[in-house]
């Protein structure tokens, strides 16, 4: 079974400052993707960066970038600069195969508060 | 990047009425797409993965008959909720990826229900 841990409830940080949003995960298959999303008040979840169990490089978008460390099996959300827009819950999810063939599903954490302050 | 929409956003509805919410890829082609729900101040939870042309998926301790989904089309897939209770009342959010191979999964705006 797939599993995601989000250990951190809350996180504060100080605008402009960098923050790491922690994120462990659990699976016995060796193919899968490791996903974060940015929920708003408003609800919709808002793709921020993915990296594949095979991507031999830490994947980058812009002020987000994800700290990949595949023994340890965890996947940290890095944002720097942040800005007061950042203020939002970040979920960690994990997508495996189940079943076999070509089916699939996305596990999440239980999410992570950030809350940035001028 | 994909679109997926998903309406209504909003729905208010009695105790004992069905309510259907519709998840459209606007921009691609969907063959799965996946219906969550989702607690205040908690995480998604999984209801059913749905496959067009083919029956749900429901995980477990979802009721079928509760929740009704019907996936018609490579762009459309629908969750009814019937005989709705106050207990129902949640955010139900839907997402969807271009493919099998796809790395995104693009999520609706999610449909906030308040059954009463």
């Known amino acids: 079974a797939q599993k995601i841990t989000q250990t951190q409830p809350g996180m504060f940080v100080q605008e402009k400052e960098a923050v790491t949003l922690d994120c462990t995960y659990d699976?016995?298959?060796?193919?899968?993707?490791l996903f974060w999303y940015k929920q708003p008040s408003s609800g919709e979840m808002i793709f921020l960066i993915y990296?594949?169990?095979?991507?031999?490089q830490n994947a980058t978008e812009g002020r987000y970038s994800l700290n990949f460390q595949k023994a340890r099996k965890s996947a940290n959300l890095v944002i720097s600069a942040s800005q007061l827009g950042d203020s939002a819950m970040y979920f960690c999810?994990?997508?495996?195969?189940?079943?076999?063939?070509?089916?699939?599903?996305?596990?999440f954490g239980k999410g992570t508060l950030l809350t940035v302050n001028p | 990047g994909a679109v997926v929409s998903q309406h209504p956003s909003r729905v208010i509805c009695k105790s004992g009425t069905s309510v259907k919410i519709e998840c459209r890829s606007l921009?691609?082609?969907?063959?799965?797409m996946f219906w969550y729900r989702q607690f205040p101040k908690q995480s998604l939870m999984l209801m059913a993965t749905?496959?067009?042309?083919?029956?749900?998926?429901?995980e477990q301790g979802v009721e079928k008959d509760k929740f009704l989904i019907n996936h018609a089309s490579l762009t459309l897939s629908t969750l009814t909720v019937t005989s709705a209770h106050p207990e129902d009342s949640s955010f139900y959010i839907c997402?969807?990826?271009?493919?099998?191979?796809?790395?995104?999964?693009?999520f609706g705006q999610g449909t906030r229900l308040t059954v009463v």
């Open positions: 997402s969807a990826s271009p493919g099998t191979g796809g790395t995104e999964a693009f």
């Open positions: 699976t016995s298959d060796p193919s899968y993707g």
């Open positions: 990296q594949g169990s095979y991507d031999q």
């Open positions: 999810a994990m997508r495996a195969p189940v079943g076999g063939g070509s089916n699939y599903k996305l596990t």
């Open positions: 921009d691609f082609q969907a063959t799965t």
């Open positions: 749905s496959n067009e042309g083919s029956k749900a998926t429901y």
